[in-house]
């Protein structure tokens, strides 16, 4: 080999030994969330910082790539993408994840936090460590963090409800779910399933005299147009959780795992945060847009849960397993004690 070729191969194996891992492609985490793109909006907020703390840390190692707004599709198709891995990272809410692991239903148990301390506590707990292993193992799906989809509170247009006795005769609209239908006729009041888009129409048409969502939801689609009365029962403290692909957290080194769930803690308290804001000044923002707000006290609440509670854990008993819905009330229990 003459020296002029020698020396050639030698650069050139230089040049890949040096360069080829500074100019290794960076590791992509696909984001996808289902609110707006803009900084008034929890997920999206949430979102940005997650993208910030993870690029930073990782030194570009890992970059992340966010599509709000429903971008890849909704929630089903997320669901699957998470699945098979062309998502990396998604924040679903919890009526699509029942349906891909039906025990995640479990959170929806009526009347079970007292307030969001409680709800939190048990969310951040062992029995969410141990239902979201189980749903890794039969999912591929990683449950990475609960955070905050608003707390649910019935509305109507007809007069101000304070007893379950109050919602005999009523007609509300639930999202289909036979929990919510449950719920709403162990109250006394008949349920009717209707899709989003339509509840609007619906309302302001008298096909259902009520309906039940979290502030949030009743300021977006601006349903105090057509309701006068909510009623802040907080029958069901909504979840989202952030879910990502399990293979792929599984390829990231030790260091990038870390830095992935210190960015989905952040995320997660900034999400909760801005969500629990509205959740907590519901009767002022209620109040301000002309509703009429009827704050229950600890006894009347109880009269609801009493209503409403034993039916629908005992559905939920036949439904998932015994050991889910007995674990989750512990853990309330425990919660409440301040354990």
């Not at 309906?211 to 009743?218: A, D, K, R």
């Not at 300021?219 to 105090?224: R, T």
């Not at 795992?257 to 629990?276: F, L, P, S």
Request: hydrophobic residues 40%.
């Amino acid at each position: 080999m003459s020296r002029r070729c020698l020396v050639l191969c030698t650069v050139a194996l230089l040049v890949v030994g040096v360069f080829g891992t500074t100019f290794a492609a960076p590791m992509t985490i696909r984001y996808t969330h289902f609110q707006p793109g803009s900084l008034d909006q929890p997920k999206h907020a949430a979102a940005l910082a997650f993208k910030q703390y993870v690029e930073a840390n990782t030194k570009g190692e890992i970059q992340v790539q966010l599509f709000p707004a429903s971008q890849l599709g909704d929630a089903d198709t997320v669901l699957e993408g998470l699945r098979m891995g062309s998502i990396q990272l998604g924040v679903v809410h919890d009526g699509p994840i029942s349906s891909v692991y039906a025990p995640m239903m479990v959170y929806n148990l009526p009347y079970l936090f007292s307030d969001q301390t409680e709800a939190w506590a048990v969310f951040d707990g062992p029995f969410t460590q141990e239902i979201g292993e189980a749903m890794r193992k039969a999912t591929g799906i990683r449950v990475m963090a609960l955070a905050d989809n608003g707390i649910r509170h019935f509305t109507n247009s007809k007069r101000e409800i304070r007893t379950p006795q109050d919602m005999k005769g009523m007609k509300i609209r639930v999202q289909p779910s036979p929990l919510y239908e449950m719920l709403v006729r162990s109250l006394g009041a008949s349920p009717s399933a209707i899709a989003w888009t339509e509840l609007p129409t619906a309302l302001q048409q008298g096909v259902v005299d009520g309906q039940e969502n979290g502030v949030t939801n009743i300021l977006a689609a601006s349903l105090y147009q057509y309701q006068k009365y909510v009623t802040l029962d907080g029958h069901v403290y909504s979840y989202h959780a952030y879910l990502m692909n399990d293979a792929f957290f599984s390829k990231l080194t030790r260091q990038q795992q870390d830095v992935v769930r210190k960015g989905i803690e952040i995320a997660k308290w900034i999400h909760r945060g801005m969500t629990a804001m509205q959740d907590m000044n519901a009767s002022t923002i209620l109040g301000q847009v002309g509703m009429k707000v009827s704050s229950l006290s600890p006894a009347e609440l109880e009269a609801f849960r009493k209503a409403a509670l034993t039916p629908a854990a005992d559905w939920m008993k036949k439904e998932i397993g015994e050991k889910w819905v007995t674990g989750l009330l512990k853990a309330v229990d425990e919660a409440r004690a301040g354990k």
